[in-house]
């Protein structure tokens, strides 16, 4: 998968819950390595057995896993699960198929989407003549966003409904 970022014109929600759990997998994945190695040397040091020798390199294991773990939530990555999560609790009420795949529109863009999407509904005659082409893209656009909810994703403004 892909990093999602806030330099797209377009963005599709079922993208950013994809990501979301992608990135939580990783993080996941590395918090249950530490468990794993911390519930192996909690049994060992609980256990008959003296085991020094096993007891050091279980200890370096969770030294590791903690460090692992303690890096990704220092990285980019983590970053942008956070990002990512507070864009989707922003914006998750107020979009009812956000689950299952939402156009998000950048707000410099949704001048443009507007007027694609009048053409994509037929709402343009091409052959039309003055008055019909003088369309004020920037009010039309303006009037369509009184249907969106906007959010913040990294400082950028996105649309969707």
Known sequence: MTE?????????????????EELEAERGALADDLD????????????????????????????????????WDASDEADELKALKAFRDELEPYVPDWHHGETLIRDSYFRDYAEELADDIGAIDHNAKWPVNCIDWNKAARELQMDYTSAEFNGVTYWAR
Do not use: F, P
């Open 4 to 20: 999602i970022d806030n330099s797209k014109d377009i963005l599709n929600s079922r993208d950013i819950e994809d990501r979301i």
């Open 36 to 71: 794993e190695a911390e519930e192996a040397l909690r049994y060992l040091i609980n256990s008959d057995e003296d085991n020094a020798q096993e007891e050091a390199a279980l200890a370096g294991a969770v030294s590791t896993a903690r460090n692992a773990l303690t890096a």
